[in-house]
């Protein structure tokens, strides 16, 4: 699963297959707002996942434009749950959306 989920994202987002480590979250591959929305309902789409609890909005970011956001993205929405590609794994595995732990 770990290879389709690596290949799933390097598809859907144009990243280096090889560069995607299972720790890295989708911020660290430069995911944010309205595309890493896009990003999970594909995901659950693909992976056929059951995902009724799923709420977008806490871990998909407000997209407002503010300049000093490519810079300190992070500072500035510590608001948003993280989801690494490990989260995903587990998650195509059970094919159900759980929180991270």
């Given amino acids: 699963m770990k290879e389709e989920i690596k290949d799933f994202v390097s598809d859907f987002w144009s990243y280096k297959k090889d560069k995607i480590k299972i720790e890295k979250s ?9 595309d890493k ?11 056929n996942i059951e995902s009724s609890n799923l709420d977008y909005d806490k871990y ?3 997209e407002v434009f503010n300049p000093l956001k490519l810079l300190f993205y992070k500072k500035i929405n510590k608001e ?22």
């Fill in 60 to 62: 998909c970011e407000k």
């Fill in 26 to 34: 989708l911020d660290d591959l430069g995911m944010y707002g309205d």
């Fill in 80 to 101: 948003v749950i993280e989801i690494t590609i490990k989260h995903l794994i587990k998650v195509a595995e059970k094919k159900v959306w759980f929180d991270p732990s």
């Fill in 37 to 47: 929305r896009d990003f999970l309902m594909s995901f659950i789409h693909k992976f």
